[in-house]
């Protein structure tokens, strides 16, 4: 079993910051199949990235995403309102299937 | 556009089952893995099942324990999800999503299951 840990659980910061999300495996995750989604109050899941850095379809450029191995990022280079939001890592297996991060929320300080 | 409809939630006692629905449009149905997933109140999401375009590929998270399981009819558009053997574990919103086996590209908008 791979398990994804994400960090910091709540991030607080002002709009126009930039937020630095973290999302950690217990082992080596193929890059292409690193996902990030992001989930809005009452609201499902919306895919942001795929492959660990390739945006969705109608993702603004803000939205970047790094990483490989264990270690992957998620950055949003400048807060807008509508960013404030949870974010969900996710990585697939073949054997294992679909498996998620906690989330991270992201709140307005 | 891409539109995925679930319906087929509601209240039922432990022990009892209940058959989710997902019509879907706006994209050819059979040219796609489909999944569910679900989230449990105020808690994180959790893979369910998925099956690919052809019905040949079946995969279910460990928890399912041949309780569920997932079937489409391609002919209505339609993902299903048998749900069987319900336990209080098992509420949830859950998600009909376009896509698999690697990740899921469009989501409902959820159908609650309460098991009480």
């Known amino acids: 079993e791979i398990v994804l840990t994400q960090s910091p659980v709540t991030l607080s910061l002002s709009p126009g910051e930039r937020a630095t999300l973290s999302c950690r495996a217990s082992?080596?995750?193929?890059?292409?199949?690193l996902i990030w989604y992001q989930q809005k109050p009452g609201q499902a899941p919306r895919l942001l990235m795929y492959?660990?850095?390739s945006r969705a379809t109608g993702i603004p450029d803000r939205f970047s995403g790094s990483g490989s191995g264990t270690d992957f990022t998620l950055t949003i280079s400048g807060l807008e309102p509508e960013d404030f939001a949870l974010y969900y890592c996710?990585?697939?297996?073949?054997?294992?299937?679909?498996?998620f991060g906690q989330g991270t929320r992201v709140e307005i300080k | 556009q891409v539109q995925l409809l679930e319906s087929g939630g509601g209240l039922v006692k432990p022990g009892g089952s209940l058959r989710l629905s997902c019509v879907v449009s706006?994209?050819?149905?059979?040219?796609?893995?489909m999944s569910w997933i679900r989230q449990a109140p105020e808690k994180g999401l959790e893979w369910v099942s998925c099956?690919?375009?052809?019905?040949?590929?079946?995969q279910d998270a460990d928890f399912v324990k041949g309780r569920f399981t997932v079937s489409r009819d391609n002919a209505k558009n339609s993902l299903y999800l048998q749900m069987n053997s319900l336990t209080a574990e098992d509420t949830a919103i859950y998600y009909c999503?376009?896509?698999?086996?690697?990740?899921?590209?469009?989501w409902g908008r959820g159908s609650l299951v309460t098991v009480s």
């Open positions: 099956i690919s375009g052809d019905s040949n590929y079946r």
């Open positions: 999503v376009r896509g698999g086996p690697a990740f899921g590209s469009d």
């Open positions: 706006g994209f050819t149905f059979s040219d796609y893995y």
């Open positions: 996710q990585q697939y297996s073949s054997s294992l299937g679909w498996t």
């Open positions: 082992r080596t995750v193929k890059s292409n199949s």
């Open positions: 492959g660990a850095s």
